[in-house]
C-alpha cells in the first residue's frame, strides 16, 4: 500500500466475500475485497483506495482478490501525455455539434428515461437493468463521495451521461450510458476523451477507467487510450 500518494485517515476494516461468478469472463470464479461499507469514506481514504486499484460502486468500494486469475488490471490514463490517436481524432470531430456540460450529480426524468433505454438495450439481464429512480441512485451516488456528471446534448435533449467521481489525483470514470440509437457516434469514446479535456482544465494527472480486461471485449477498448498505466505488483506501472 505504499504507492499511495497520500495516507488513509485512519484504520479501515476490509472483507472478502464468498467465491461468486466472474462477471466478465465466463466459467471463473472470483473473489472480492472490499472496505466495510458501514465505515463512511474521506475524500482523501477514497483517493487513497483508487490509488491501491479499488473501484466504488453505489456506496461499495471494492477490488477483485481472485486467487487464481489476475486479468482485471486497474488502469488510468496520463493526462498531460495524453495523445489521441487518428480514430479518436475523428471521433472528436464528429461530435462537436454536442454541448457539453459539468452538472451536479442529481439525475431528472431524462436521465432515468435515458439510463433505461441504454441498460434494456445493452445489458438486459444484468444486475443493473433496473426502473426505479432509487435503484439508479443507489448504483451510482453515495454519501460521502464528490461526484458530478457530465451531460452530452443534442438540441437541448440528453443523448448520453457520465457519472464521475474527482480525487485528489484525477478523475474517475464511475459509468457512462448513452441512447442506443446515437450508437454511430461512438459516445463511450467522446466520453472518454471528454474526461481527459475536463481533467486537464482542472489540472489534474489522471484519469481513472477501472479495470482493463484484455480478455473481455466489453473491457480491453481502455488499452487504446495512451500512454497509460495499470497497477500491479503494488504499483503504477506505464504501459
Known amino acids: 500500500m505504499s504507492d499511495a500518494s497520500h495516507p488513509l485517515s485512519r484504520d479501515l476494516v476490509f472483507y472478502l466475500s464468498a467465491p461468486h461468478a466472474c462477471s466478465y469472463l465466463p466459467g471463473r ?7 466495510d461499507p458501514a465505515q463512511p469514506l474521506t475524500q482523501q481514504d477514497f483517493t487513497t483506495l483508487s490509488e491501491l486499484g479499488f473501484r ?20 488510468r490514463i496520463v ?5 489521441p490517436d ?6 472528436w470531430r464528429a461530435n462537436s455539434d454536442l454541448e457539453v456540460r459539468v452538472i451536479e450529480s442529481r439525475f431528472s426524468d431524462q436521465h432515468i428515461a435515458l439510463y ?14 433496473v426502473e ?18 457530465i451531460e452530452f446534448l443534442q438540441d437541448g435533449r440528453p443523448i448520453a451521461l457520465t457519472v464521475v467521481d474527482l480525487l ?9 450510458f448513452f441512447d442506443p440509437t446515437e450508437a454511430r457516434r461512438g459516445l463511450g469514446v467522446y466520453a472518454v476523451l471528454s474526461l481527459v479535456a475536463e481533467a486537464r482544465r482542472r489540472h489534474l494527472d489522471y484519469v481513472y477507467l477501472g479495470y482493463l480486461i484484455e480478455e473481455s471485449p466489453k473491457m480491453a477498448y481502455k488499452a487504446r487510450y495512451r ?3 495499470h497497477f500491479y505488483d503494488g504499483r503504477w506501472q506505464r504501459l
Open 168 to 176: 485528489g489525483s484525477g478523475l474517475s470514470a464511475v459509468y457512462t
Open 29 to 35: 470464479e472470483a473473489l472480492t475485497l472490499f472496505a
Open 86 to 91: 487518428r480514430s479518436q481524432r475523428r471521433n
Open 116 to 129: 433505461q433505454r441504454y441498460i434494456h438495450s445493452r445489458h438486459p439481464d444484468g444486475a443493473m437493468a
Open 132 to 149: 426505479r429512480r432509487e435503484e439508479v441512485e443507489r448504483f451510482f451516488l453515495c454519501d460521502w463521495s464528490d461526484t458530478f456528471f
Open 79 to 83: 493526462v498531460n501525455e495524453f495523445a
Open 56 to 75: 466504488r460502486s453505489g456506496g461499495l468500494v471494492y477490488t477483485p482478490r481472485c486467487p487464481a486469475c489476475s486479468a482485471c488490471i486497474p488502469s
Open 227 to 229: 500512454p497509460q498505466e
